[in-house]
């Protein structure tokens, strides 16, 4: 495998590296992923996280295996594993079905794998850019940015290709309960690309709008039925009835590798449940904290599922497609 | 001043003690206030918390200065730093003003209030009680029990009443970021009442919602207008478009106390903004931790106004009150 870097994911010199993003904002520490049965750990742990990044990092860490002398037989069982590491983000499914339809492949199906996802990113700024006016004050959920892909993301890669064109942008993070995937990530981004930002809880998101205080949502998905219903982070589908009841556009961002062809409508998406303790408290490299009551009974669904009807339109790769496009069946013609 | 008891305020042998509701529920502490002062730094660190109750602390910590020996002068002055030690809350306003009104009588007048809030309590309970059917899944957001007044709550109270009748009901409690009153204090309450819950993520009630998990919601009031709008803490409007969207009935419950007959639309309420450090992490009797990046931007609004249109109905102590009703102006028949 030949070097490769983003943000959060790197190949160099036969080794490759992981930032653990559980560790971020507060610590930048880089992983060495030796074996396939650790990339599963990771993914699990989320040291690596985003849709369109578990799918790269699966792919590089069989590509991975195989430089280390990995037979076709061991490629498989790995590949199978890391297939089942997380069930609701379509990407990982889709990039490793890719792997083993050609397996004798794997190490330059796995380059192409991330030239491709960068270039995906690419498209969609371009295809979403657009949409965002001088002046625009824009709400984002969860991290979507150069951490969740190997370019420069989805709906933040949009977000900042509206910056990078001079735009006057301000942007609200939702914090994103229970992982803070917002006040963590997104704004560790932000930081980074000088775009102005102010963190918020999820819950402010409704009282800004009733103050006609955002003009525009971009978040991103983890899968996305061909009806244009789609998964994503917890509290996007609370933030897309929120959006619907103020009339604020509302948009998803989504590589074509984030379309379950498979899967005809958002109720068939199957949603993880994570373990309680992740809503009772928080852990990462800020500490470790419990508020809750020590026997405290907590539920933890780890996406929601939001219907098309509640969109104004989908950024894809391909272009941009309106609800009314999304309900004909426009994705279907992109299989 | 009498000896006065009830789960967060007492009045005990001529001490004035106050259970420190930044330690719940991990450490049970109870703090002695010896002055209006200390008061003053009490309710603005919300060590006591709820609006009904922190009119109630405010008066008795106004009798017991009159025990000391204070003078009218005094005890004028040390009102006007407790009316003004917390903007949104109408309650505390309320009861000062009676105090003041009647300042040689202040120890009379400050029990007078307590064991009147007591009795409000039980009517809140009675009117909204019948409201719950056998069965119900309950939200409830931010704290509402007998850690918000002096007898056993507003929202939660109805709730209680409902369980105390038979009635099998199950609640969900917002966690209510940022400074986590349902994940510590409702959670707290409902154990110690032997009342089924599940702690969720603010961002996570919709998509219960649209599931059909939720029956009704009930939660209180910090100020209410005369018109019917009112504020209550930050993502209870989230709550209002939401349980709109879905058709789920949705309750505030507040005694006459609460409402501000000088202020006739929610527009006119003043909401308290506090310190971003706030959104940027947690702090508590559990640790401190600050998960943001350091110098991050962030807004802190601690309440919002929810306009009456979005209620099913309001629960007070002078009985129950449809949007309909509100909206002719029977909140002014009260005065």
């Not at 339109?313 to 069946?329: E, H, I, P, W, Y």
Request: aromatic share 6%; charged share 20%; proline share 4%.
């Amino acid at each position: 495998v030949k070097n490769l870097t983003s943000l959060g994911l790197r190949y160099e010199n036969g080794k490759l590296l992981v930032l653990d993003q559980q560790l971020l904002p507060h610590e930048e520490k880089w992983l060495c992923c030796e074996t396939p049965d650790q990339m599963v750990e990771i993914i699990k742990a989320l040291k690596v996280r985003g849709a369109p990044l578990i799918g790269v990092a699966a792919a590089l860490s069989l590509g991975h295996y195989k430089e280390q002398g990995a037979s076709e037989a061991q490629l498989r069982i790995a590949a199978r594993k890391l297939r089942d590491s997380r069930p609701t983000a379509v990407n990982l499914m889709t990039c490793i079905d890719r792997i083993l339809s050609e397996v004798s492949q794997v190490t330059s199906v796995a380059e192409k794998i991330f030239e491709e996802d960068v270039e995906l990113c690419e498209h969609m700024g371009l295809n979403g850019e657009h949409l965002i006016n001088d002046g625009d004050h824009i709400l984002t959920h969860c991290n979507t940015g150069g951490l969740a892909t190997a370019g420069i993301g989805t709906a933040l890669g949009v977000i900042r290709k509206a910056h990078e064109k001079g735009k006057r942008i301000h942007v609200y993070v939702d914090e994103t309960r229970p992982l803070l995937q917002g006040a963590r990530l997104t704004t560790w981004e932000l930081q980074k690309l000088g775009i102005p930002y102010t963190l918020i809880c999820d819950n402010m998101a409704a009282s800004l709008m009733k103050k006609g205080k955002i003009q525009k949502i971009f978040l991103g998905a983890d899968r996305v039925a061909t009806n244009g219903d789609f998964a994503n982070k917890i509290g996007t589908y609370s933030v897309a009835v929120i959006a619907s009841y103020h009339k604020v556009p509302f948009y998803t961002v989504a590589p074509y590798t984030t379309i379950d062809f498979e899967c005809s409508s958002g109720k068939d998406i199957p949603i993880e449940e994570r373990n309680a303790s992740e809503v009772k408290g928080v852990a990462g490299s800020f500490g470790s904290v419990q508020w809750a009551p020590g026997n405290a009974q907590a539920c933890n669904p780890s996406f929601d599922v939001t219907p098309c009807e509640l969109l104004t339109g989908m950024v894809l790769d391909k272009g941009f497609f309106s609800t009314q496009a999304l309900q004909k069946g426009a994705l279907l013609n992109l299989k």
